[in-house]
């Protein structure tokens, strides 16, 4: 298992059926970035792009996303940065402040698609959603 230290971008309509380690894919047409895990565990890790959720940067070279990247739903829970392409290390989260970080970014993403939790509003389109799938 080798950590990962830069990814290359490679602007993409969709994602190949097998990712490249170090490879950074953007989809504008589906909003979204997905490479594998930078600490080497080989899972892929995808990041819808939006307001609420990651935003990216392109220089013409290399690609900065943010905010960080927690994969906290993986056994490896690692956390990093990309920034200009270079993955930098952040440092360890404790189960409460995943908690916390999550639900702080469920409270914005319902603010900023104008959701209200657990209103009658949001639990019809969950469900609605939940058809589609």
């Not at 490479?35 to 080497?40: I, N, T």
């Not at 990216?56 to 943010?66: I, P």
Request: charged residues 20%; contains cysteine; glycine residues 8%.
């Amino acid at each position: 298992m080798t950590t990962v230290g830069f990814l290359r971008p490679e602007f993409v309509e969709s994602f190949p059926a097998a990712m490249e380690q170090g490879v950074l894919y953007v989809s504008i047409a589906y909003s979204t970035c997905g490479h594998l895990c930078c600490c080497g565990c080989g899972q892929e890790v995808i990041t819808p792009l939006s307001p609420a959720q990651w935003s990216f940067t392109y220089d013409g070279e290399n690609v900065s996303l943010t905010p960080s990247v927690g994969n906290w739903d993986l056994s490896c829970q690692s956390h990093y940065w990309i920034r200009k392409g270079k993955v930098q290390w952040s440092r360890w989260y404790s189960p409460e402040e995943v908690t916390a970080n999550r639900e702080r970014d469920r409270h914005e993403l319902a603010r900023q698609t104008g959701e209200i939790t657990g209103g009658r509003f949001a639990r019809l389109r969950r469900r609605l959603w939940a058809r589609r799938l």
